[in-house]
């Protein structure tokens, strides 16, 4: 079978290393629906597909890729799709919760982490590779410089585990960064116990200008008459918990 050749403007660098994938693939801990993203040659899904508790799903928007896992793979029929992950209708295709797995296409990383964010109520687990610097930034915590947007949205509605790092030279071609595998798994929040649309913009506008004090930083959302003296607002935005800015947006939802 002839193999997939790697095209750079879609970010592909597949994994050839049959243990470390065997591993992400051991870390995924839910059963049931899962859906792989960019498969590539189908790595990843070797060992997805050894696994009886799995119902697996592919989904890569590569043509040759498509046709190279339809050869592979016949008997997953429609359940592989040839579509642009980010532009895919969930519900078309999935009826209740399904899981994500992937060697992630490190050009579109943010992109994939808020489709899952949009979708956190069908997505109880994802487990993927990611460009380590990102990797690192999901799991951060707060008070440390990678602590950030990404940080706080992911960490309101999943815990977020850096899981192991991979070398370079397990992918052909190699990046030429280092990569790391994390683990998302949904929490038991549905709601956030304020205005979640205002909470967006309250973290994005701190962590936007991240050198000033909140108090400065969130000026265009405060009201300067009605100024707090909310202790919170006189510190930085990556000194604050995910529950502080929970907090926080309720003190400017009553200051606008």
Sequence with gaps: MQLVKAKKYLGQHFLTDKNIAAKIVNSLKTEGKVLEVGPGMGILSDFLLQKPELEVFLVDIDEESYQFLQKKYPQLGEKLINADFLEMDFDAVFTGTFSIIGNFPYNISSQILFKVLD?????PEVVGMFQK???????????SKEYGIVSVFLQAYYKVEYLFTV?????NPPPKVLSAVIRLSRNEIKELDCDEKLFWQVVKAGFNQRRKT???ALSSLINKEKMTEEPMLDLRA??????DFVRLTNVVAENK
């Design 119 to 123: 979708n956190r109520n069908k997505v």
């Design 133 to 143: 610097e990102v990797a690192e930034r999901c799991a951060a915590k707060p008070g």
């Design 167 to 171: 070398k370079a030279g397990v992918f």
């Design 214 to 216: 909140l108090r400065n």
């Design 238 to 243: 990556e000194r604050l918990s995910v529950a």
